[in-house]
């Protein structure tokens, strides 16, 4: 009888201090909503207009994925099964609405770091569509821009 006393003692002891997890809180959260524009987009139609010409992405023979967090984005071009023609930018962005502004801070063109890009942006299902006036004089870029992008799952 001494014997199963101190075995139970002994497992009491063991089970009361054992690490234990955390508990999730279940009340007095609000639940913050994602914006839909956060996450990683594959660019599948890309049309520039520029002056009297219009240029469609040869896009069989590229990928281009951008990469949207709360802050920032990324985006990343590269020519397909090959590791040429790679290029990228990044910066942070604001969205109100439908107004989508990127700055560009990370790139190799000087002239375009810094400058605000302001469009406009569409949601349809896991699409989503870019579009607006690159205008940056001191790097010779006026153009209108579209872009479809469909979301990476």
Avoid at 21 to 40: A, F, L, M, R, W
Wanted: hydrophobic share 35%; aromatic share 12%.
């Amino acid at each position: 009888m001494k014997y199963i006393a101190v075995t139970l003692l002994v497992w009491i002891t063991f089970a009361c201090t054992t690490k234990k997890e955390k508990p999730i809180p279940t009340s007095n959260h609000k639940t913050q909503e994602v914006s839909p524009i956060i996450g990683t987009w594959k660019l599948v139609y890309g049309e520039i207009r520029e002056k009297d010409s219009v240029e469609i992405k040869d896009l069989s023979k590229s990928e281009f994925i951008k990469i949207i967090n709360d802050t920032h984005f990324a985006f990343f071009n590269q020519e397909a099964g090959t590791a040429d023609n790679f290029y990228g930018g990044a910066g942070t962005y604001t969205l109100k609405g439908k107004e989508y502004t990127e700055v560009l801070d990370y790139l190799g063109v000087l002239e375009v770091r810094g400058h605000h890009f302001p469009f406009t942006v569409e949601f349809k299902g896991d699409s989503l569509i870019q579009y607006g006036l690159e205008d940056v004089p001191d790097a010779g870029i006026k153009r209108h821009i579209v872009e479809k992008y469909i979301r990476v799952k």
